[in-house]
Structures are given as C-alpha cells and as structure tokens.
C-alpha cells in the first residue's frame, strides 16, 4: 500500500525486451538491459547492461556501462566503461575507468577533488604567531 520500497537493497531490472520513451527516475539500484530514449536521473547507481542502447542524458549517483549509451553521461562518483561499452557523448565524473576495447567519441571531464575545491577552511595552530600572518614572506636577505 505504500509507495516505500520494503527491500531497500533490491534491484530493479529492465529486462532486454522492454523499450522505454520518457523519463526514468529511480533511487537505488537499476540495470537497464532494454532500449531507453529519454533522460535518466536518480541518487543511485545505473548499470546499463550488455544489451542496452540508451539515447539522453544520464545523471546519476555512478555508473556501469557494458551497452551502448549515445548521450551525456553526468555522475558524482565512478563511471566504467567497460570492454564491449559504447558512448558517444560527453562525462563528467569523480572517477573514469574505461576498459581496454570501450569506444568513447567525446569530452570527458574528470574531477576527482570537487570536494576539495570548496572555499579552504582557516585553521589556526595553537602556537601561530599574529606577526606570520601579517608579515606574508620571508624578509630579503642584506
């Protein structure tokens, strides 16, 4: 009766002879094995099977892929492209791994320290002395 799933570690399947049209959107686990047009966004992880084609955009959590993907793929942790993969469209990603005879035709943009690129935090050492931070450098030699 409610909408919460009762096996929050279960798997969603899409089997090879399902072909979607639209928007996916799912939270845990999915694999796609199916043909799919249209965008893919969840906080979990995709896994696009051996026999998937999908066309649109990707956006998840990370992702697998052993089929064919013909869009960008957008994830916040691993993307694997693995041997018999196809992508023909731009990543961005914390982390790439892409297996030896993958295709990828595109731009790939890999960040693995987005996290550290926020604004430093200050941290002050108990024995800093106020004329180090104002001084700046290493006075000139005579």
């Given at each position: 009766?409610?909408?919460?799933?009762?096996n929050?570690?279960?798997?969603?399947?899409?089997?090879?002879?399902?072909?979607?049209?639209?928007?996916?959107?799912?939270?845990?686990?999915l694999?796609i094995?199916?043909k799919?047009?249209?965008e893919?966004?969840?906080?979990?992880?995709?896994?696009?099977?051996?026999?998937?084609?999908?066309?649109g955009?990707?956006?998840t959590?990370?992702?697998?892929?052993f089929?064919?993907?013909?869009?960008?793929?957008?994830?916040?942790?691993?993307?694997?492209?693995k041997s018999?993969?196809?992508l023909?469209?731009?990543?961005k990603?914390a982390?790439?791994?892409?297996?030896d005879?993958?295709?990828f035709v595109?731009?790939?943009?890999?960040t693995?320290?987005?996290?550290?690129m926020?604004?430093?935090?200050?941290?002050?050492?108990?024995?800093?002395?106020?004329?180090a931070?104002?001084?700046?450098?290493?006075?000139?030699?005579?």
């Amino acid at each position: 009766m409610s909408d919460t799933n009762p096996n929050p570690n279960s798997k969603n399947v899409l089997a090879s002879d399902v072909e979607i049209k639209g928007s996916i959107k799912f939270q845990n686990d999915l694999t796609i094995d199916g043909k799919v047009e249209g965008e893919i966004i969840s906080p979990g992880m995709l896994t696009v099977g051996e026999n998937a084609e999908i066309r649109g955009e990707i956006k998840t959590k990370g992702v697998t892929v052993f089929g064919k993907v013909h869009g960008n793929i957008t994830v916040e942790e691993r993307c694997e492209l693995k041997s018999h993969a196809v992508l023909n469209g731009d990543l961005k990603a914390a982390r790439l791994v892409i297996e030896d005879g993958a295709t990828f035709v595109g731009k790939s943009e890999v960040t693995p320290n987005r996290i550290a690129m926020k604004t430093p935090e200050i941290v002050r050492s108990p024995d800093a002395r106020p004329a180090a931070a104002v001084g700046g450098g290493v006075p000139p030699r005579p």
